[in-house]
């Protein structure tokens, strides 16, 4: 199945971005599962510790390459040990609360996974300093992490066969990798940017080492849209409140170019009720301004939250889903 017969079952859909709080990973997936009929995706719970939090779970993927908590944060080690394990343990009980919710599903399914300049950015070397800082060992990570989502993309497919599995890469350091902002282990002082075309490289490698569509999220300002899109992204998922003007004509080009949009607008912390089809005016606003074709709007888009949910209280994290639900729908039936 192609990125296009995938995102055509994508019209009028919402999902969620990934992390949901608490740490009940049944009853989790049954309410993601209850809420996003259209694209469900894996759950995440960073609150039961180091291991569930998006660096522990991506270096829990990792191949040949193993990771500890230190008190500066996560560093590599010489072998597995007591973290890694946990990170592999909760994964699979993640994956095993989804196989139960997911029996008999056919249609789109999300994942998430870090990608591998976030993880540079956020595990150190054995002497210290960052992955980033070196670029054989980011040479090496990225490898290892493709051959990781390679195994968990296939585990995915065995417990839900009838799903056509997407995999979104959480890339919310990109934007400071290349802009050289990112800070040394010290946090006194900044690594040097990454050049441009060696991000995309590797974008682009990891993205076609994979056989499944893949998506890009940021929840940064800054998204590197076009270097995304040439490294193979067919979605790209964004803050919508962090969007402005001078990232119109890269929006216009991406949905014409068939990239999906994954529009985060709803509140990702608990906020006042409000009006799901008030909440994408400012996709129609955008629409309008870019003069694209009403009838894209509900089949180019998915409404999100403005990042993971983990903040949020369980109750509001169930409340904010299905409010991007009625949004998206909104968008079908009144893309103007």
Partial sequence: MTDVDVFAELAGAATGIGSM???DARDTARGVAAELEQLPHLPELPARGPGADMIGRGAGLLTELFVQTEPSGWRFTDRPGRDTRRAVSWLGEDLDALEEYTQGYTGPLKVQAVGPWTLAGSIELRH???????????RDLAGSLTDGLRRHLADVRRRVPGATVVLQLDEP??????????KTASGFQRLRAVDRQLAEH????LIGGLDAPVLVHSCAPGVPIPLLRRAGAAGISLDFGLLTERD??????????GTLLLAGVVPSTDAERSDPAGSVQGVRTLWRRLGLAPELLGRRVV???TCGLAGASPAYARRALATAVRA???LVDNPE
């Fill in 328 to 330: 998206a729908r909104s």
């Fill in 21 to 23: 709080p608490g740490g």
């Fill in 128 to 138: 210290g300093e960052k992955a980033l800082s070196d670029p054989g060992a980011c």
């Fill in 173 to 182: 350091l990109l934007p400071a990798v290349l802009a050289g902002s990112v």
């Fill in 303 to 305: 409404v999100t939250p």
């Fill in 248 to 257: 119109d004509d890269d929006l216009g080009e991406a949905v014409e170019g």
């Fill in 202 to 205: 590797a974008l682009r490698e």
